[in-house]
């Protein structure tokens, strides 16, 4: 039965591998960390994993969730939610960066754990006659409308608008 099976005249009974459909990695730190600026190095490399995941299914992350456990009480959540479909660790981390900025932190944190579930496939580009893509303009006003949110809040932002005036 067993060369059968291997010679593919019986059916494998084994079931077929399914990736997963969501991204989860934490990490456990010997020493807490007291600040939020170091725990930019950290995130840096739950990012880069996040990014290889993201390369293996093609597709863009369109929102992440941080979760800050502190050594005593509740953990502290951070969402994160992408306008324009990201893929590199590079700049999610800003986004990182920035959302850190607003966020107090109780106490010493002795876990991080990262969390992505929403997700986008990568459409392909075509290059132009000389082989690079042109600029777009959508990917850098999405850009800044993530960075926006960020810093004045998610309610806050609802989009861009010209205005004939001299102040934004």
Request: hydrophobic share 40%; glycine share 6%.
């Amino acid at each position: 039965a067993h060369l059968q099976r291997l010679c593919g005249e019986l059916p494998d009974p084994r079931p077929a591998h399914r990736p997963r459909e969501y991204f989860a990695s934490s990490l456990q730190f010997l020493d807490p960390v007291p600040e939020r600026t170091m725990l930019l190095f950290p995130m840096r490399r739950l990012l880069g994993e996040l990014a290889q995941f993201l390369d293996h299914r093609q597709s863009f992350c369109q929102r992440l969730e941080w979760r800050l456990q502190p050594v005593r009480g509740a953990a502290q959540v951070l969402p994160l939610s992408c306008s324009l479909e990201h893929n590199r660790d590079d700049a999610l981390l800003e986004l990182t960066r920035l959302a850190l900025e607003r966020l107090r932190l109780a106490d010493a944190i002795a876990s991080l754990e990262l969390f992505c579930r929403e997700f986008a496939t990568v459409h392909g580009h075509t290059l132009g006659l000389f082989g690079g893509i042109g600029p777009d303009d959508t990917d850098a006003e999405r850009r800044l409308l993530d960075r926006l949110r960020l810093r004045l809040g998610q309610e806050r932002m609802h989009g861009l608008h010209l205005a004939d005036a001299h102040l934004p």
